[in-house]
T-cell receptor, first 115, second 115 residues
Framework: DAGVIQSPRHEVTEMGQEVTLRCKPISGHDYLFWYRQTMMRGLELLIY??????IDDSGMPEDRFSAKMPNASFSTLKIQPSEPRDSAVYFC???WGQGSNQPQHFGDGTRLSIL | AQSVAQPEDQVNVAEGNPLTVKCTYS??????LFWYVQYPNRGLQFLLKYITGDNLVKGSYGFEAEFNKSQTSFHLKKPSALVSDSALYFCAVRDAGRGYQKVTFGTGTKLQVIP
């Protein structure tokens, strides 16, 4: 089975540029999560979707961040404009089922560096 | 509100010795508990979970965890550590109440197995 696929794996860009991170969840999973990991803050949940609908975006840092899930196979996290403090590893994860006892399956992340 | 604590930033153990990585939690209802492992430049990988039933849960790679309700703990254990077990370990908790609840992750414990 293919796992959660994220692209790109690495992104280096200059401050002020738009950044788009992409995620393909595991087929059949109906929950999708975006996380950010830094040394200072650890693992932070940014937003999660259920059946392509955003459920909780309270972790999104500010209006510069936006996420979409146009269909069950694809999600994007966009930062516009980007700032150096956005540098982090961004993970996408997916899970199955209404039952909340299912584990999340993580992609290998996008390492984002904003210069 | 739910929370999870991993009191040790790092645990060092000699190869072949038993290892324990500690986790305590707080939820208002019954907990669903998870352990994940993260290797360098990889996403989190699910190891094991406690839902209900036996307090000793067995998982991947020879790991097990013991659920202790009175102490609100869910420590990760392995009888004999391998150098390849060196990684970052995350405990996570979710309230098993009605509806979908977000997972709360701990800050992670770095396990170093010394040859």
């Amino acid at each position: 089975d293919a796992g959660v696929i994220q692209s790109p794996r690495h992104e280096v860009t200059e401050m002020g540029q738009e950044v788009t991170l992409r995620c393909k969840p595991i087929s059949g999973h109906d929950y999708l999560f975006w996380y950010r990991q830094t040394m200072m803050r650890g693992l932070e949940l940014l937003i999660y979707f259920n059946n392509n609908v955003p459920i909780d975006d309270s972790g999104m840092p500010e209006d510069r961040f936006s996420a979409k899930m146009p269909n069950a196979s694809f999600s994007t996290l966009k930062i516009q404009p980007s700032e150096p403090r956005d540098s982090a590893v961004y993970f996408c994860a997916s899970s199955w089922g209404q039952g909340s006892n299912q584990p999340q399956h993580f992609g290998d992340g996008t390492r984002l560096s904003i210069l | 509100a739910q929370s999870v604590a991993q009191p040790e930033d790092q645990v060092n153990v000699a190869e072949g010795n038993p290892l324990t990585v500690k986790c305590t939690y707080s939820v208002s209802g019954n907990p669903y508990l998870f352990w994940y492992v993260q290797y360098p430049n990889r996403g989190l990988q699910f190891l094991l979970k406690y839902i209900t039933g036996d307090n000793l849960v067995k998982g991947s790679y020879g790991f097990e965890a013991e659920f202790n309700k009175s102490q609100t703990s869910f420590h990760l254990k392995k009888p004999s550590a391998l150098v390849s077990d060196s990684a970052l370990y995350f405990c996570a908790v979710r309230d098993a109440g009605r509806g979908y609840q977000k997972v709360t992750f701990g800050t992670g414990t770095k396990l170093q197995v010394i040859p």
